[in-house]
């Protein structure tokens, strides 16, 4: 018998659904942009309709009678409220990307909160994370506190939104990778801890219930599709990427070039802990199996290529950028810093801002969209070498993924940087692979983590082929402009 399986892939940009068949193979997608939502300088918000409504006509888009059971991934972080009984949202999500909860984690760096969060939770204190977003929600939005206290209001990542609004408000629940990114998580422990819900004010019984990230989170609502079916897989985006690549040994890397850029090594049954400002984080849990990695997050990757093409009409359309790098001979010596919502790792500071150095009366346009393609290169070569700096063996190649990832002069460029080869999949849509996976194990379309790793093939190769002198000074260009863009460090 023929057995599908539908993925939801929330993205920062995109709601997207992809149906696939037992060989892990794409069928059919279905994708919509929705809009971002910019209230003040440094802010990033949606509106939860937009997500749950593209996300319900993406799925009735791809469902076949054959889908045995839905695997949803999502945007990381992103959090809101929602009214338990109603289910209407109380205000936007705030997303990753927002930085306004900034002030309140420095202040709570100043009280010497740091080395407490950072102990159970593998983060930093940055407004990266959920708490201090929902923290804010509470404190802002007028009467939620009052509500919230009363138990009328349920909070959770979008994971744990769309699972509600499938479930008709039947399951409240979220995986652990998701859990792991709110900083409200014990990571050891795969639980809520108290001592983290008092630091940022946040009541118990706002929060979902933890599951590990292959079972049965629930059914959708017949409602919906006409019939009930299972939601058996959920993983936070970077998490189903690397399920999706078949990093499943200690030791194996993956980076996923969408809005952000996250590099995940698996570091296996050890919580590695950072010494170079890299995050500890989930990996995954699957039949009481659990792993970790190391992560380095970048905010800004294909979000620059939608700079180019959105705010300076530089691209009609992002793919144009690969054209345009191939046409001329070099950057002319120009360095874009995309810290356009401060920077992420290593360097963790959300003051810092945008930098476009270089410039001379004979720099073109095309200059500027290579040196942006190649600003994404180097931030990924500043991860790689914190990794190292941390003693972990990086492996010898590196798997990509993600919109960018397409792209293949970047992808040459970055293997270039790096110093080390860089492989692409046959599939593009590895984060939909990877909660397909899960909803796949789950459900027993698969058998187990060696059936899927036999499935991953290179598509493609990327060796590098530049002189180290050129490396070099490429370098020696972009920490310098770094240096700039981060003037208080
Ligand atoms: N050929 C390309 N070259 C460079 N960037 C690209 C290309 N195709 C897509 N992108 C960028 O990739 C991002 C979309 O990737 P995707 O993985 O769908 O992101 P997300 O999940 O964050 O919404 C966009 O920011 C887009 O600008
Ligand atoms: O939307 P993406 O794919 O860039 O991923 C966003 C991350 O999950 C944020 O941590």
Not at 17 to 28: M, R, T, V
Not at 217 to 243: H, K, S, V, Y
Not at 283 to 303: D, H, K, N, P, Q
Not at 349 to 378: C, K, N, W, Y
């Amino acid at each position: 018998m023929t057995q599908h399986i539908v993925a939801i892939d929330q993205g920062t940009t995109s709601s997207r659904a992809i149906l696939f068949d037992e060989a892990g193979k794409p069928l059919s997608v279905s994708a919509r942009e929705f809009p971002q939502h910019y209230p003040q300088d440094g802010w990033v918000e949606h509106d939860p309709e937009d997500i749950w409504r593209d996300t319900v006509a993406a799925v009735q888009d791809v469902l076949t009678d054959e889908t045995v059971a839905i695997g949803i991934t999502n945007q990381r972080e992103t959090v809101l409220l929602w009214d338990r009984e109603s289910g209407k949202p109380l205000h936007n999500a705030i997303v990753w990307q927002d930085r306004r909860t900034g002030e309140t984690c420095r202040r709570l760096k100043a009280e010497g909160a740091e080395e407490m969060v950072r102990a159970k939770t593998g983060l930093l204190l940055d407004p990266y994370f959920s708490a201090t977003k929902l923290q804010w929600l509470l404190d802002t939005v007028p009467g939620a506190r009052d509500r919230a206290e009363k138990g009328e209001l349920a909070a959770g990542t979008i994971d744990s939104f769309l699972l509600w609004r499938l479930t008709g408000g039947k399951s409240h629940a979220t995986d652990i990778t998701n859990a792991g990114r709110t900083m409200l998580c014990n990571i050891h422990e795969a639980a809520w801890d108290e001592e983290l819900l008092e630091l940022f004010g946040i009541p118990a019984n706002l929060l979902p219930q933890i599951h590990e990230n292959a079972g049965i989170f629930g059914e959708t609502d017949p409602a919906l599709f006409g019939r009930a079916i299972p939601i058996a897989g959920m993983a936070g985006d970077q998490q189903a990427a690397l399920i999706g690549q078949a990093c499943f040994s200690r030791g194996m890397v993956k980076s996923t070039y969408g809005t952000g850029c996250f590099l995940l090594l698996n570091t296996g049954g050890e919580a590695v802990r950072s010494e170079n400002r890299l995050l500890t984080t989930p990996a995954y849990t699957i039949g009481g199996e659990r792993a970790f990695a190391l992560e380095g997050s970048i905010f800004v990757a294909g979000a620059a290529i939608k700079w180019l093409r959105d705010q300076l009409g530089l691209i009609t359309d992002a793919a144009e950028s690969e054209d345009i790098a191939r046409a001329v001979a070099d950057d002319h010596g120009v360095t874009l810093v995309p810290a356009f919502v401060g920077l992420g790792a290593p360097h963790w500071d959300p003051d810092a801002r945008g930098l476009l150095t270089g410039l001379t009366l004979d720099t073109t346009a095309d200059h500027i969209v290579r040196a942006t393609l190649e600003s994404i290169a180097f931030q990924t070569r500043d991860l790689l070498d914190a990794m190292r700096a941390d003693g972990t063996d990086v492996p010898s190649a590196i798997r990509i993924d993600g919109g960018m990832a397409q792209n293949a002069w970047f992808a040459q460029f970055l293997s270039d940087v790096l110093a080390a080869p860089v492989e692409r999949p046959e599939s593009h849509e590895t984060t939909a692979l990877g909660a397909a996976y899960l909803a796949g194990l789950a459900t027993g379309v698969w058998q187990g983590l060696g059936d899927l790793s036999e499935k991953w093939r290179a598509a493609a190769r990327f060796e590098p082929d530049m002189a180290e002198s050129r490396r070099e000074a490429l370098l020696a260009d972009w920490q310098g402009a770094l240096r700039r863009a981060m003037p208080q460090n």
